[in-house]
């Protein structure tokens, strides 16, 4: 079976549209061929080549040790079985300290098949998005939980329950949207910032543990496959588990699901 260089059919503007005319779209994180043909098959948007292979991939205990060349490898593998998503590259920890560094990082992360990278952190990450986004890197916002930060934050936490707290995150992500982020990831944060923050934004915005309200939902494919061997987080679903251990027809179901505004539900989310 060869599906190389299949042309990429979702854009940045699919995604826009879909958030315009009120419709959600799915991610999955996926790391190998495989898993990224079936991903892509069942029309999931996005594709995220993740930092989170630190430790489902690698066995780390955080996302810290990921370089630059392991997300171009699992690029790479991902690229080979797409079929029509966009792939999405993290940009790990320490690969966006200065304007040189970020650049070269982002160009070979885009050189090896991602049409968007993504940064963890906040208004700080401004004139970093600024900078790709005129350059014609199209980046993807990552606020609340930012676990390339876990040591400042001094553990994964649910993030922005203070009511300043959350002020300061809803100015933060109309910053990253005014200096040229083409989306934003929330992650772990109250299901009501999720909402107004999705709302205050023309951007689509992308949800994991941020509640049912965002325009798309994303899970990291171990948890989606009920893999990881640690404590699920409240908001994994083990999809598989549903579709008695059919892989194509578990993403089918998530893919659906998160469509039609059914996943995550309440037992997912935080308040
Ligand atoms: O690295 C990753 O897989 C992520 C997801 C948790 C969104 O950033």
Not at 243 to 255: C, R, S
Request: charge should be negative.
């Amino acid at each position: 079976m060869s599906v190389h260089n299949t042309p990429q059919t979702v854009t940045i503007k699919t995604l826009a549209k879909l958030k315009a005319e009120g419709e959600k779209f799915s991610c999955l994180t996926a790391y190998d061929y495989c898993s990224a043909y079936a991903v892509s098959k069942a029309g999931v948007e996005v594709i995220l080549v993740g930092d989170s292979l630190g430790m489902v991939i690698q066995g780390h205990d955080s996302s810290l040790p990921v370089t630059i060349d392991d997300i171009a490898y699992h690029i790479r593998c991902v690229r080979r079985g797409n079929v029509g998503s966009m792939i999405m590259a993290d940009m790990p920890f320490m690969s966006f300290y200065s304007e040189d560094v970020t650049l070269k990082n982002a160009a070979a992360l885009m050189s090896e098949g991602a049409h968007i990278v993504k940064l963890e952190g906040g208004a700080w990450l401004s004139e970093t998005t600024r900078l790709l986004s005129e350059r014609g890197i199209p980046v993807c916002a990552h606020m609340g939980l930012t676990p390339q930060s876990v040591n400042h934050l001094g553990g994964y936490s649910v993030q922005g329950r203070d009511p300043d707290a959350a002020q300061t995150m809803v100015d933060e992500a109309l910053v990253l949207q005014e200096a040229g982020a083409s989306m934003l990831l929330l992650e772990c944060i109250p299901e009501e910032l999720g909402e107004r923050i999705t709302k205050a934004l023309h951007i689509p915005v992308i949800g994991i543990g941020a509640g049912a309200k965002t325009d798309s939902q994303i899970m990291v494919w171990h948890d989606f496959i009920g893999m990881w061997p640690g404590r699920p987080a409240k908001f994994v679903k083990n999809f598989l588990a549903d579709t008695d251990g059919d892989i194509q027809a578990a993403i089918a179901l998530y893919h659906s699901q998160v469509k039609a505004g059914t996943f995550p539900g309440p037992e997912h989310s935080y308040e």
